[in-house]
């Protein structure tokens, strides 16, 4: 077997969100139904990816990888004429992007090193979340990936509010709780800027994110914003640990996987190791790392 990393990207409007689901339209079912045909295989391949995107969530740094046969792989060069490794692969990058619709795109194929999992070697995940909120509305060719708030934001109430949920903590006031998973998380970097056009860009970075998690995030930052909250209250809201009515989840469009991060390749399988322990410890093995 060789195991693949695929580093890809998508407009999630038209996708029912990453995971394969019978009878709607996923990523990871687009990419599988793709590989499955231009490598003539009985069964499509399963993907593991670093991040399970929601509907309407788009990605511009996803990771995943898939294990093919050698064999498989061997079918590049019967159609294609070419025998290195790299020439194989870059035949895969190229009959991908003839065969995948135009809202998602896998732009490189690499052989992955030893121990590396796209989902549990991970490090961390960064997200954006841009906001529009000028009087008028927001750019109409962006509508698919900004998102308009129709009052004024105070980015500095922003983030002096995102100042109390960033470090460690149970973030169980902003997930949607699954049994036996936990919620704790590490959250590295929240932060708001407005550019020179603008827009408000939220950077989001943690070690992993549990379900709505972002977005959940972004809504309660948002009311800060708007002076519909004062600053204090979604840091209250996290002590209190527990699903806050208050808190709207933010739309997913205006969500954006830019990046994920791995360690160097001699500790990739120490790290899979090492999160995988903590992942199945705290929920017997089958809670999903994150879903945004």
């Known amino acids: 077997m060789v195991r693949l990393r695929l580093d890809l990207g998508y407009d999630g409007t038209g996708f029912s969100g990453w995971a394969r689901q019978p009878n709607r339209r996923t990523v990871q079912g687009e990419i599988e139904q793709a590989l499955g045909r231009i490598l003539r295989l009985a069964e499509p391949p399963s993907l593991t990816v670093a991040g399970r995107t929601d509907a309407g969530v788009h990605a511009r740094g996803q990771v995943a990888h898939v294990d093919l046969t050698v064999e498989a792989l061997a079918e590049l060069d019967r159609r294609t004429g070419v025998a290195s490794v790299d020439e194989r692969l870059a035949a895969l990058v190229r009959r991908l992007a003839g065969v995948l619709a135009k809202d998602v795109r896998v732009h490189r194929v690499s052989v992955a090193p030893g121990g590396f999992d796209a989902r549990f070697s991970a490090m961390s995940r960064r997200y954006a979340y841009r906001v529009c909120d000028a009087p008028g509305g927001g750019d109409p060719l962006r509508r698919h990936e900004v998102v308009w ?4 934001l105070d980015v500095d109430a922003m983030n002096a509010a995102a100042v109390r ?15 036996g998973a936990t919620t704790i998380r590490e ?17 989001v970075v943690a070690d992993a994110f549990c379900h709505s998690m972002v977005r959940a995030l972004v809504g309660s930052l948002l009311a800060a914003g708007d002076g519909r909250r004062p600053v204090e209250w979604p840091g209250q809201v996290l002590t209190r640990a527990v699903r806050d009515s208050g ?24 790290r899979a190791a090492a999160t995988r322990r903590v992942r199945t410890a705290s929920a017997a093995g089958d809670a999903p790392l994150e879903h945004e």
């Open 165 to 179: 949920l960033r470090g460690e903590h149970d973030f169980a006031a902003f997930c949607k709780k699954r049994e």
């Open 247 to 270: 808190v709207h989840v933010a739309p997913a469009h205006g969500l954006c996987l830019e990046e994920v991060t791995y360690p160097p390749d001699d500790r990739l399988a120490a």
């Open 149 to 152: 708030h129709n009052r004024p």
């Open 187 to 203: 959250l590295q970097r929240l932060e708001w800027v407005r550019r020179d056009d603008g827009l408000l860009v939220a950077t």
